[in-house]
């Protein structure tokens, strides 16, 4: 089975390519089809390079979808499987409300049980900073959901008249000997605690010991040296939605 995987999120897009149970020629682009459509269309163009099956989207910008539909159709000549709670897949939704579950983060859970078992934790770094969790009998059961280290960063320096705009990258210095030293110590060590507390509390609250894996843009990051026994697994989400297809038999729309 091979297909065209493309995850829709709210700052960046992901394609790639899914074939044999790994993705390859995965391209990670910044804004998205609505400013760089171009530039998404050779990113599924390098991806389908030779025969695909289909395609999948897993998209959290619904106003977004009808553009890839489109893309898709004119570069593949097929309709994308759009990921939703409905479709077959790894894991039972249970849920109050399966529609309003978020497509990476099925996507997620997914991926994180097709590759690592359950019961699992799977915490995605992005704009949001997500938790899913599954049971042992391969339940989706919820999660929890904060503000992304990107937010944070960003707020602070769209609400204050000093502070700068820092970058999420480098080392972690153990005191704040500048303003833009000591932001880095506050989103990253204050994020490991933000982590620390909410899989504490998850474990505690329902007895699990649960498998940890992380993906997203800024896992590594954000987890470096914290000493928690997370997998970081940069590709998950692009993985889980391949799992989808694989599982709803490449069902268009």
């Known amino acids: 089975m091979r297909c065209v995987v493309i995850d829709v999120g709210n700052t960046s897009t992901g394609i790639g390519l899914y074939a044999g149970g790994r993705v390859t020629r995965v391209t990670h682009l910044k804004g998205g089809i609505a400013k760089r459509p171009e530039e998404c269309a050779a990113a599924v163009r390098r991806a389908a390079r030779g025969t695909v099956n289909g ?36 894991v039972a939704v249970d849920y109050p409300e399966p529609e309003t579950i978020g497509a990476d983060r099925l996507a997620d859970a997914c991926g ?30 919820g999660g929890v959901i ?10 602070l320096y769209e609400r204050t008249a000093l502070l700068p705009r820092v970058g999420l990258e480098g080392p972690c210095p153990r005191l704040g000997r500048s303003t ?23 474990c505690e609250t329902s007895g699990h010991d649960y498998r940890l894996v992380a993906t997203g843009g800024y896992a590594g990051w954000a987890l470096k040296d914290s000493g928690m026994p997370f ?23």
């Open 55 to 90: 395609a999948v989207l897993g998209s959290v910008v619904p106003r977004v979808n009808a553009a890839w539909r489109a893309l898709v159709r004119r570069e593949l000549g097929c309709v994308p499987l759009v990921v939703r709670a409905g479709l077959p897949m790894e």
């Open 231 to 253: 997998t970081v697994d940069p590709e998950l989400t692009l993985f889980g939605l391949g799992c989808i297809f694989e599982s709803s038999s490449g069902i268009g729309q």
């Open 180 to 202: 833009r030293q000591a932001m880095r110590i506050g989103a990253q060590v204050g994020y490991r605690g933000i982590v620390r507390e909410i899989v504490t509390y998850l």
């Open 112 to 141: 994180g049980v097709r590759r690592y078992g359950a019961p699992l934790i799977v915490a995605d770094f992005g704009t949001a900073l997500t938790f899913d969790v599954v049971t042992p009998d391969r339940r989706y059961v």
């Open 146 to 155: 904060t503000p992304g280290l990107p937010l944070m960063t960003e707020y």
